[in-house]
């Protein structure tokens, strides 16, 4: 697939994508930016977390990951399911009710200021890392597929790629993201599906065959019940999926705001579950494309890279099948991107405004129109020194470092919302920072004590203690009157 094309894929998405940016933002207001107007329609929401829930980094690294995971990712799916029905009927009553525009409104409600800023702060801090580096990793691969060959540098495709997004999101904000979450998860979906079908016909196999090929393979097992020390062991992955799920979309301002621009909390709680099981059947399939391209790559003698995130970009670029092939691959993978930095552009931009600012909620509609617009473009330029960044220094450890720091900063938030839905107590609040940055530490301190001393390998389900943590901290600071 020649750079050109990819271009061209690339513009004529894009082009799509804005118009209809533009027809479902032009009259939108700060309460379209913020929420969507509370006017979504619950299975146009559901749709919509088809592909918000995906990233570009999802995209690529799923189906590479079989070779050394088989289908173990299934388990943690299992625990996600559960944690939506967590999400679905204890969250969103609890934040309906207080009718909050940012989640980490809920903890001024319950605890004070503090406590509010804290979790604001600990969200923000997770949400931009993650969002660069998920950029990041799709600037890469659009370096070395199109920028490189014209000699553009890594920081006009940083510059151009984000500047598009806050274009795009600039003025509708939530609104604008449910009509162009749609697109993408049409895109992503189509992509997929597709992929599967013409990688199946290269193989000479009908969907009979890859039934049978697929659930023949070892790469599809499934369930990993034989190492309690392993980091696939199931009950590890089904409660880390659960937790990760309550943290990283329950009280993520990014996932959430999308499920809370519906009517009512009934129709948010059908987006959900809907959300939940459709799921389920797109990540099966990327576990399945993963299982089609080493089959295929093995069909063809094509040696294996050494990387399982660069399987799909050669099989679908270089692999010698249909160039229609290449060209879903970049459309899934620019849908994923565009959704995901979309959406983390614009939860970033309620979160600071609503929950860091001073006084927001005294400002008129043209003022507060104004600031949230400059608090947009400030952190969209703060991505762009991110991904810069990544590119300066990345490598492994680096990337490895980013994500173990962005399951920390959910620890505090998710313990903080635990010991506030379950227990009715107050804590002095004024100390609630100090025990947020304790309990990270406390979490990194213990994962390397079980490595070194007794041999445990502490993987997702760090974030359990790290909330755990985080409770027992509140629990010291109960305010005297209390019993």
Known sequence: MSSLAVILTVAGYIAVLFVVAWLSGRRADNAGFFSGGRCTPWYMAA?????????????????GSVAADAFSYMQMVAGFTVGQLVVAFVLVPAFYRLRVVSLYEYLDAR?????HRTGAWFFFLSKMLSAALKLYVVCAVMQQLVFDAYGIPLWANAALTVGLVWLYTRRGGVKVLIWTDTLQSLCLVGSLVLSVFFIMRGLGWSACDVVREVSASPLSRVLFLDDPSSGRYFWKMFAAGIVLLVAMTGLDQDMMQRNMSCPTPRDAQKNIVVTALCQIVVILLFLVLGVLLYAYMDCRG???PARGDEVFPLVAVNGGLPPVVGVLFVVGLISCTYSAAGASLTALTTSFTVDLLDGVRRYDERRLSRVRSRVHGLLAAGMVGLILAFGYWADDSVINLVFRMAGYTYGPILGMFLFGLLSRRRVRDRWMPAVAVAAPLLSALLQYAARTRWGYEIGFELLIYNAAFTVAGMFILLKRDEK
């Open 111 to 115: 605890f004070g200021v503090a406590s």
């Open 47 to 63: 749709f919509a977390m088809i592909g918000a829930a995906m990233s570009g980094v999802t995209f690529i690294s799923v189906p």
């Open 302 to 304: 094509m040696a294996v």
